[in-house]
């Protein structure tokens, strides 16, 4: 018989980290910060893709095409991963261009509902919390009511 290989969905000690990553080089190694305690490795994967949803989102001029919304994230941007989960992290190359294609909306931005640290975050990044450059007009209300 042979085994079945299955992803570890389950925390290591001290929860999965997320790894943010400053794409401008402004940091060392680039690594802006690990942010440690998801219980599972889904909520790490999904916090990762909502953190790198709202940095494209803060990169996006108006008018700009996909490939120049990737540009300009690229050179100001972060990205995120999760921290030795090897094949089973999710990276934002895999979704890069369809972030670039279509606006997010509120949720997928929403990285701070899945923050380990809580309201901790919330209070460190209040500045961050209605973002001047989210054009409300372009959001589907009737998607977003119960985020408002």
């Known amino acids: 018989m042979s085994e079945i290989e299955v992803p570890n969905l389950f925390a290591p000690e001290g929860g999965w ?7 401008s ?4 190694d680039n690594v802006v910060e690990d942010i440690p305690g998801f219980p599972t ?4 994967n999904e916090f990762a893709r909502r953190y790198v949803r709202d940095s494209i989102e803060r990169c996006r001029a108006p008018g700009a095409s996909p490939a120049s919304v990737i540009d300009l994230w690229r050179t100001f941007g972060e990205d995120a991963h999760a921290v030795d989960a090897g094949d089973d992290t999710w990276r934002s190359e895999a979704e890069l261009f369809t972030f670039a294609e279509r606006r997010a909306s509120r949720e997928e931005r929403n ?12 209070a460190a990044n209040d500045d961050d919390a209605a973002p001047d450059d989210l054009d409300f007009d372009d959001i589907d209300d009737d998607e977003d009511e119960d985020y408002a």
């Open 111 to 122: 990285w701070r509902a899945l923050d380990p640290r809580g309201d901790l975050a919330a």
């Open 17 to 23: 980290r997320v790894r943010i990553l400053d794409l």
């Open 41 to 44: 490795l889904m909520q790490a």
């Open 25 to 28: 080089g402004g940091a060392e």
